[in-house]
């Protein structure tokens, strides 16, 4: 495996995040090819920024995953579950091994993440809409415990047709939580197509101005523009961050790239012979 | 309405019979909208935009949205089909159903896929085994189960003509064909498909083959169990549950969903208020249910027919 650092407290370089990326993204397709299928779409456009959370950013114990004072991820995008076990694997939460049972009865991975069964996993989501509003609540509890932690939060773009998100981006900024970071992957395709066809979000970046959020918008597949963004939190004081991350929705396997009929894939064998090659 | 190619509706499962019905009828009823929360594809919904584009109206992911647009246009005589999944609809619209749609008595269809456990690898999130308890509940809805292909075309079109709130709780597809022939549907009414003597089984959606297993199973044992269909749940058929307390011995229930509530519990309403017979419930103990194949699961849980028999032998 070509992994140069798999403690993620000793802070990746750019290199080393570019490579455990590589790797994530051959684990993500190799757990899906082996259950029959995922939510390749979404669970390959989010895996830079994951890699960077977990290998540079948060401040996290694999060996102690409920540790009091360790920073907090919510996936609120449930379906990029396959995304954040990879990580959360490959950065030492638990043995790789553990996700051939992906889909499999009684396994602790499923199709969205459950905070009771994965290590690491801070909150079970997979409703969309609803991870947002939990990360509100963990950034004024932490607020109010005068902690230096801080939460993260990673959104799909079509998540934020969702009316409780901007729900939640309101109560982030009323609050003042400039403990909060929220990351959306804009890979600009959801479940029926175009994000921008089924109900447009544009202009993005200026709603979550307007809703008292400081924003900034890069290439979510740059891991230095990643690392940089996710560095400078908070972009302004006393307010909420947003990251708006621009990615290819099914990033890295040729004939998922930008597809939304690839939001959930399930590979033949030449396919799948092909998406390894491609990955490799 | 024309002849129905019941050939067709036999070979497709709830899921594809909803899409296909809605694409089907589309033409008799301009006033027909199809709403979806960008889930038109997964509800199989792209037949009906093809032939009828300005009428599948995507909302985007936002469920709650949809359910009180799908009022507002009621109250301007459109006759909105709101679909999205069963935990959706159910749970994060359920207001919007209760107050938007039932309270104003409103004539909106809703249509919910992937119900019960059949999202079975999707875990609790996507699980929806607390729809028929709270639903029920909700004054004025009419709430339909049908468990496969031929059963959906009917119900779907039964409910486009009735004047209502009705709350289609459908699966994820691919369901095995079980009404082999051609059975008149009436809102309201259950179906007896196999006779039975001794005992009662009453089931619903993905359980009514595991009950009609364990109809075989307990013919082999020499019991003759009655299987009823309550695919209408509400209003639930009370002639037939009060009919199978007089002439079998024993009604059991069996259910995809938590065995508080559901149609366990519409079913001892009905007998509590009777002289009866014993009534056993087969369904979800209560508890959220783990992650796997819809199958493994509903087995893992109790719903097997080798479970529902045994639940009817340990009581003859
Ligand atoms: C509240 C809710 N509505 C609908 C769904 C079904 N669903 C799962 S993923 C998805 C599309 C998500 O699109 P997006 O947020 O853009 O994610 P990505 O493209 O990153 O996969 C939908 C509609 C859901 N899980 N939760």
């Known amino acids: 495996m070509a992994v140069c650092n798999t403690v993620p407290r000793k ?176 890979n600009a395709l959801s479940m029926d197509g175009p994000t921008e066809e089924v109900m447009s979000l544009e202009p993005f970046a200026a709603k979550w101005e307007a809703f008292g959020w400081a924003v900034r918008t890069i290439n979510g597949h740059n891991m230095r523009e990643i690392v940089d963004a996710l560095e400078a939190v908070p972009f302004v004081p006393g307010r909420p961050s947003l990251i708006v991350a621009r990615t290819t929705k099914g990033k890295g396997i040729s004939f998922i790239e930008n597809r939304w009929d690839c939001h959930y894939a399930s590979l033949n064998p030449e396919q799948g012979e092909r998406a390894r090659k491609e990955l490799a | 309405m024309g002849a129905i190619d019941m050939e067709l509706y036999r070979k497709l499962g709830t899921r594809d019979a909803l899409g296909a019905t809605l694409a089907e009828i589309g033409g008799e009823y301009p006033e027909l909208v199809v709403l979806a929360a960008d889930c038109l594809a997964s509800v199989r919904g792209k037949a009906f935009a093809a032939k009828f584009p300005e009428r599948a109206i995507n909302f985007g992911i936002a469920e709650a949205d949809m359910m009180m647009a799908a009022a507002g246009m009621a109250t301007c005589g459109k006759i909105p089909v709101a679909c999205t999944f069963g935990f959706l609809a159910s749970l994060r619209a359920g207001e919007m159903i209760r107050s938007g749609i039932c309270y104003p008595k409103l004539n909106v269809k809703i249509a919910a896929t992937s119900s019960g456990l059949a999202m079975g690898d999707g875990g609790t999130t996507h699980h929806i085994i607390e729809d028929i308890a709270v639903l029920r509940s909700f004054a004025n809805l009419t709430i339909l189960a049908p468990c496969d292909g031929v059963a959906t075309t009917k119900a779907v079109r039964a409910a486009i003509e009735f004047p209502g709130p009705v ?116 369904g979800i103990k209560d508890t959220f249910c783990s992650i796997g194949p819809t199958d493994e699961l509903m087995d893992k849980y109790g719903l097997s027919g080798k479970a529902i028999a045994k639940e009817v032998l340990d009581y003859t």
């Open chain 1, 11 to 186: 802070k990746a370089s750019i290199c080393e995040l570019q490579q455990n990326a590589a790797e994530i993204r051959r684990m993500v397709d190799n757990m899906f090819q082996n259950a029959g299928g995922g939510h390749y779409g979404g669970c390959l456009s989010e895996v830079d920024v994951l890699t960077a959370l977990y290998f540079r950013i948060l401040n996290v114990d694999p060996q102690n995953p409920r540790w009091d004072d360790r920073d907090r991820f919510v996936l609120s995008k449930g379906h990029g579950a396959g995304g954040l076990y990879c990580t959360l694997a490959l950065a030492g939460f638990f043995a790789p091994e553990r996700l051939s049972t992906l889909n499999q009865l009684d396994s602790a991975f499923g199709m969205h993440p459950d905070m009771s069964k994965v290590p690491g996993a801070d909150m079970s989501t997979g409703s969309l809409g609803l991870g947002i509003c939990a990360a509100v609540g963990m950034a004024i509890a932490g607020k109010l415990d005068k902690k230096s932690w801080r939460v993260y939060s990673l959104l799909g773009d079509g998540e934020c047709h969702e009316g409780v998100v901007w729900e939640a981006a309101m109560a982030a900024s009323h609050h003042r939580l400039d403990n909060l970071t929220a990351i959306v992957d804009r």
């Open chain 2, 167 to 282: 709350y289609l709780r459908l699966g994820r597809g691919g369901e095995p064909n079980v009404y082999k022939d051609d059975f008149d549907f009436e809102i309201g009414k259950a179906v007896t498909l196999r006779e039975g003597s001794d005992v009662t089984i009453i089931a619903v959606g993905a359980v009514i083959l595991r009950a009609l297993e364990a109809a075989d199973i307990l013919a082999k044992k020499g019991v003759s169990a009655r299987v009823i269909d309550m695919i209408t749940l509400k209003p639930i058929d009370r002639d037939i549950i009060l009919k199978a307390a007089r002439e079998t011995k024993l009604i059991v229930t069996a259910e995809d969903h938590n065995i508080l509530g559901g149609l366990g519990g519409a079913v001892a309403e009905v007998l509590s208020e009777e002289p009866s017979v014993p009534l056993r419930r087969v």
